[in-house]
């Protein structure tokens, strides 16, 4: 019997990419998605706990659909970092929760169910599995609407910062084997995806622990090869780990999106010590100095966070000092929240709140205008754009993305899905940029890669200086 399963998504693309993941499972047990919970047999809400904020909004969603569970007897289960995290507390705390599924469990959603649905248990799964099988989820079957695609390369994290919850949710740096990702991607191709997003707490730590794996830029380079894909992109990094070979990926290979995304997190030195970062603020702007070397045009985005326990005002002014240098083309910004078990949660010098909101809108405000101002670099110019669908505001209007990952909308219709196109740009938003469509030989400019200053990495150069050791 066909049944519907309405998935809520919290938190980051990789729980975003679970949710996917979790639907290609169930569609085995005869589940298909509806976006309506009203209608759903099966209610999953997916969970993040990286913050206390997204931590609190679990509560609450659960709380709105506790009416239908006693309506009519939906189940109603808890996935991601909230469920690895409370495991069986939940299901003590939330009496009408019927499943907990931790984040390396998804395979094992269809037996839980009929565990559910059979017998009537609670069921919690929370345990990790170290061989890694739960990152061979199915591919996607028939056809795929969509234009790009995020594909796991890794998950987990081995760099334990001492604000952080993730590894303790999300388990050990695993990565899978190059030939499975391979195989995804151009099953994805055939199925008439053009951009790919590769998918990891650290990719950039991609093949640790795989004996004879490809490195993360080896794994590009294959990528780049593969036919129908003309766009791939990958999140989230770590400056640490950011190599030298990475850096010359950008100007080696043409399907490499001019965009990375490198949280620094805190532009002091003494507090990225105390958050056992692994590099400071002068070897992360190298490695900017570098991007921006190889690869002039190239945006940049981070995560950057105010308030960490003994943040002072001398501190703060770095962060803004490090913005200044960089110009991010834009940033997520976070006041710290304590998270139960981590290192920094237990530090005495906690920041006030109100010092906390202070720095917070001071710095959205100054990055405001930086956003602005870059977006602003675009006017006039004839930018390729991959386009994604209808635009957000309207049907009349297309939107898609330049290589850069900004936003563009444009007037167009859908039989411009999926295709690269020049588009002249007129206006210039905080959020997003707007043009019109350029004409067919505008197109030869619009490409990223003669932006490019040919590889100015010799390979005299010195290696990068040297990061003080983690001291996790
Ligand atoms: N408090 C605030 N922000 C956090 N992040 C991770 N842990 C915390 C925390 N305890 C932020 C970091 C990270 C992003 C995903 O979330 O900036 O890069
Ligand atoms: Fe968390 Fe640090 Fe790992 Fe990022 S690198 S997931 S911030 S522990």
New binding site residues.
Partial sequence: MQRLVYIETYG?QMNEHDSEQILRVLEGANYLETKEAQQADLILVNTCS???KPEQKVYSALGRFKRLKEEKGTILGVTGCVAQQEGEKLLDRIPYLDMVVGTQAILLIPQMLKRVEVIGEKVCETGFDEKGTHLKTPLPSGSLPNVKSFVTIMQGCDHF?S????PYVRGREKSRASAEILEEVKHLAERGVKEVCLLGQNVNGYGKGLEGEMSFPELLRAIDGIEGIERIRFT?SHPADLSLGLIRAFSELGKLCEHIHL?F?SGSNRILKAMHRGYTRESYLEKIDRLKEVCSSIAITA???VG?PGEEENDFEETLDLMEKVRFDDL????????KG?K??RHEHQVEEKRKQERLALLQKIQKETTLQRNMAFLGRIEEVLVEGYSKQSRRDMGGRTRTNKTVNFKGDLTLLGRRIPVRITNAYAHSLRGERGSSDEKARAGGIERRSHDPIGTDLHEFSPSPPGET
């Fill in positions: 980051c990286v913050r206390e910062c604000y952080c919850i993730v989230t949280p997190q995560d950057v966070m960490f997520y910004s976070f006041k710290y929240s304590p998270r981590t920094a949660s």
